[in-house]
């Protein structure tokens, strides 16, 4: 693959990569690429050519380098202009990775939870699925994700009215407030609470009420999410 003329290692960069047949590629090793592909590394193609491995390894929660930056390199590959069958498949993955991400109870998608919703909010389509998705969702996973977002990331959200991530993004904010204040995730927390009233977490989930309820109160917010 070409590169900008000012990698010294483009060379050596290619052999390492191409090395190995793609299934056997690791997040170290689609690291570099990542970071640098089509901007002073290889093209679109290129970029097509390892996505593959690149989203295997997002949803095994090992995304090469960032995943905003995995996202953010389909939008310099024009992926919209990608054949309708190639589209399709880009959008059923994100919306397949938001479902196990959200219902992953594990520490590591703890720690990657903000991260992985971030990135997926912005650079999939229709945001109103990711809330239905979070709202059909019964698990300990989801519930525990919602709280400790709301708890942790308040300022961000009710007083900054930004999603905050990689790069802070507004677009989706006020949608994101409207469902978490409507009646029907007050009511969902108020549940779950009882629900999960043993486990550690619960703390985090009465935590979340406390400041739906304050914040209901402090703008006045009667709308139902439907």
Excluded: C
């Excluded at 960069?13 to 690429?33: A, G, H, V, Y």
């Excluded at 960032?66 to 024009?78: G, R, S, V």
Aim: hydrophobic letters at 40%.
């Amino acid at each position: 693959m070409n590169g900008s003329p000012n990698y010294d290692n483009l060379n050596k960069w290619n052999e390492e990569l191409f090395s190995k047949s793609l299934p056997e590629l690791t997040e170290d090793d689609l690291s570099r690429f990542t970071g640098k592909a089509i901007t002073t590394w290889g093209n679109a193609n290129d970029y097509k050519h390892f996505l593959p491995r690149i989203f295997e390894l997002t949803a095994e929660l090992k995304t090469p380098y960032e995943i905003w930056i995995a996202f953010d390199k389909l939008t310099l590959a024009e992926w919209n202009k990608w054949t309708e069958n190639e589209q399709i498949v880009i959008q059923e993955f994100m919306i397949a990775l938001w479902e196990s991400i959200l219902n992953d109870n594990s520490e590591k998608a703890e720690w990657e939870f903000k991260d992985y919703f971030s990135a997926i909010a912005h650079f999939y389509p229709n945001f109103t699925d990711l809330l239905n998705v979070w709202n059909e969702s019964e698990s300990k996973a989801s519930i525990k994700h919602l709280s400790e977002f709301i708890v942790d990331e308040q300022t961000a959200l009710f007083d900054r009215k930004k999603i905050s991530g990689f790069n802070d993004q507004k677009e989706n904010a006020g949608e994101f407030i409207n469902w978490i204040l409507s009646d029907k995730i007050l009511n969902k927390i108020q549940q779950k609470y009882f629900e999960f009233e043993k486990e550690s977490f619960a703390e985090k989930i009465s935590w979340a009420e406390q400041i739906i309820t304050e914040e209901r109160k402090s703008t006045a917010h009667n709308t139902v999410y439907n």
